[in-house]
């Protein structure tokens, strides 16, 4: 059992490390639910363990879905529901998964309800607004349990809007785009998706509409101000889930902090990822970096400089790099992620406060923070329910003694065998 804090073993001498990560938890999740949604029967292979994932496999066999697992490991059959969730009434439990539980709730809105979505206290104060009045405007019955755009919800359906046009704010959250994307083509005539502000982590827009072709979508369009899908069906499908490409920054990230090089295997200039330009970053910075058909490495021997960079499109690695440049020699800007403030923490005033405890120089901003250069030194540091924060501040420790993380089974929710893989690597 992990212990209530972990300690965080140095790291004496560089790396020299091959690291195979989980599969994508957004290629995976997209891919659940297309596969849920369609004609016949879908194979995913790949399939990461966190709890994340674990939440949305139990919500789709909830709605109908048959979901077995293979003997090959991390393999699902999964049999769809041909467009129509099992009627009501249903209990969804999403845990603590943002993700399952903006995809989960668009995916209720097709069938007849009554379906219950609901998670674990911290979810409940995460936001849904922005998704549950573009499903009311979309004729589906949207009933709070206690506050609008909160969960728990209720949602009732199916939609049957002809010619649907929706307005959304696009710098809220890319979840809330996706969730509507999904379940776009079994809307009578499709789906027209406004933006009314600019769009936040565009990448992972991409990566929706990439899933979405693997399943039989083809004609998704995406421009700066509106995003259209067709009418159509998904068809049973086999897909491989690529590498995740934000877990991928922690090792990687590791080989620009203690020096030496570690390779992800999978992880290729092919990834639908947005987050596997993170490697080109840590190049800017100061490592070397080779991306090839068998995945990714980066090393280094020099020092490391200090970067101004807008991470709108690879904002779950904010936390990563704000490690890796408290060891640089000069200042780091990060700018154009004000929106992580509402993730699993506050992704940016929970991060600034607890590097700060190691004596690391941060400073918030409107719309991101500032690294100055200077030596950390030991704390322990709370991981505010967050797996990232957890997994980005246990990288400190491979250079500075004294590292400990409060709560380390937070990382579950994406990672479960994580602290296995940091101690193997030095």
Same mark, same amino acid.
């Given at each position: 059992m992990t212990p209530t804090v972990y300690r965080v073993r140095w790291a004496n001498e560089p790396l020299a490390a091959t690291v195979h990560v989980p599969g994508s938890k957004s290629v995976a999740n997209r891919a659940i639910i297309c596969a849920a949604l369609a004609d016949g029967v879908s194979y995913l292979s790949n399939v990461p363990d966190g709890d994340d994932t674990a939440a949305m496999l139990d919500c789709v066999a909830a709605l109908g879905a048959g979901v077995v697992p293979e003997a090959d490991v991390a393999t699902y059959r999964i049999d769809g529901v041909a467009g129509v969730p099992r009627p009501g009434p249903v209990a969804l439990s999403t845990r603590l998964a943002g993700t399952t539980s903006r995809f989960v709730t668009a995916m209720a809105a097709l069938g007849a309800g009554p379906y219950t979505i609901d998670g674990a206290p911290q979810l409940r104060g995460r936001p849904m607004g922005?998704?549950?009045?573009?499903?009311?405007?979309?004729?589906?019955?949207?009933?709070?349990?206690?506050?609008?755009?909160?969960?728990?919800?209720?949602?009732?359906?199916?939609?049957?809007?002809?010619?649907? &046009?929706?307005?959304? $704010?696009?710098?809220? @959250?890319?979840? #809330?785009?996706? *969730?509507?994307?999904? /379940?776009?083509?079994?809307?009578?005539?499709?789906?027209?998706?406004?933006?009314?502000?600019?769009?936040?982590?565009?990448?992972?827009?991409?990566?929706?509409?990439?899933?979405?072709?693997?399943?039989?979508?083809?004609?998704?369009?995406?421009?700066?101000?509106?995003?259209?899908?067709?009418?159509?069906?998904?068809?049973?499908?086999? &897909?491989?889930?690529? $590498?995740?490409?934000? @877990?991928?920054? #922690?090792?990687? *990230?590791?080989?620009? /902090?203690?020096?030496?090089?570690?390779?992800?295997?999978?992880?290729?200039?092919?990834?639908?990822?947005?987050?596997?330009?993170?490697?080109?970053?840590?190049?800017?910075?100061?490592?070397?970096?080779?991306?090839?058909?068998?995945?990714?490495?980066?090393?280094?021997?020099?020092?490391?400089?200090?970067?101004?960079?807008?991470?709108?499109?690879?904002?779950?690695?904010?936390?990563?790099?704000?490690?890796?440049?408290?060891?640089?020699?000069?200042?780091?800007?990060?700018?154009?992620?004000?929106?992580?403030?509402?993730?699993?923490?506050?992704?940016?005033g929970d991060l600034c406060a607890e590097l700060r405890r190691t004596g690391i120089d941060a400073r918030e901003t409107d719309d991101g923070l500032v690294i100055e250069p200077g030596p950390p030194h030991g704390a322990r540091l709370g991981t505010h329910h967050d797996h990232r924060l957890a997994m980005a501040f246990s990288l400190l420790g491979l250079y500075v003694e004294g590292i400990e993380i409060e709560d380390p089974d937070v990382v579950s929710k994406s990672w479960p065998g994580y602290w296995d893989m940091l101690e193997a690597l030095v």
């Open positions: 922005a998704l549950h009045d573009a499903l009311a405007s979309l004729g589906v019955s949207v009933q709070p349990g206690e506050t609008w755009g909160h969960l728990p919800v209720t949602i009732s359906g199916p939609c049957t809007t002809t010619n649907a &046009l929706l307005q959304i $704010p696009g710098d809220i @959250s890319s979840q #809330y785009v996706t *969730a509507l994307m999904l /379940i776009g083509p079994y809307l009578p005539d499709g789906l027209r998706i406004r933006l009314i502000s600019p769009l936040v982590s565009r990448g992972y827009i991409g990566i929706t509409a990439a899933v979405m072709q693997a399943f039989g979508i083809d004609g998704v369009h995406i421009d700066d101000d509106l995003i259209v899908v067709p009418a159509g069906r998904y068809r049973g499908s086999r &897909l491989f889930v690529e $590498p995740d490409a934000s @877990s991928a920054g #922690y090792p990687l *990230a590791a080989a620009a /902090i203690a020096g030496g090089s570690v390779t992800v295997p999978g992880l290729t200039a092919s990834s639908l990822q947005g987050d596997a330009a993170f490697a080109h970053v840590l190049g800017d910075m100061g490592c070397e970096v080779w991306v090839d058909e068998r995945g990714t490495t980066v090393s280094r021997d020099g020092p490391l400089r200090g970067i101004d960079i807008d991470m709108v499109d690879m904002s779950d690695l904010v936390p990563t790099l704000s490690v890796v440049a408290a060891f640089a020699h000069t200042r780091t800007t990060i700018r154009g992620v004000g929106f992580i403030r509402a993730k699993e923490s506050d992704r940016l």
